[in-house]
């Protein structure tokens, strides 16, 4: 499965973006996907992720509320709309597909290439 994100940007803070992950080859059936962010010398860190059935986990504390995680099946594509960005926000953004939705990079197969998002102030 080769995953691509993509939508990053420029923004302002308050300003929204929707990142896209999807797939080229196989499809995503029966995985689920999980967001991560990386900002400049941080770990990766989880921000939420959804099944195949499309039920969401919780998402990062500092986040919930503002991005939402979605899923089109048929279109093999997974959305992280985020909303009410802040600058804290800015780091890359990476998708994974994987059997389960964990907070845990080890635990996904596949990885997209990640996507910049910068929210300036």
């Known amino acids: 499965v080769q995953l691509q994100a993509s939508g990053g940007g420029l923004v302002q803070a308050g300003g929204s973006l929707r990142l896209s992950c999807a797939t080229s080859g196989r499809t995503l059936d029966g995985y689920a996907v999980g967001w991560f962010r990386q900002a400049p010398g941080k770990e990766r860190e989880f921000v939420g992720g959804?099944?195949?059935?499309?039920?969401?986990?919780p998402y990062m504390n500092s986040v919930t509320g503002r991005f939402t995680i979605t899923r089109d099946n048929a279109e093999n594509t997974v959305y992280l709309q985020m909303n009410s960005l802040r600058p804290e926000d800015t780091a890359v953004y990476y998708c994974?597909?994987?059997?389960?939705?964990?907070?845990?990079?080890?635990?996904?197969?596949?990885w997209g290439q990640g996507t910049l998002v910068t929210v300036s102030s």
């Open positions: 959804i099944t195949w059935s499309k039920i969401t986990t």
């Open positions: 994974a597909a994987g059997r389960l939705v964990v907070n845990s990079t080890r635990s996904y197969d596949y």
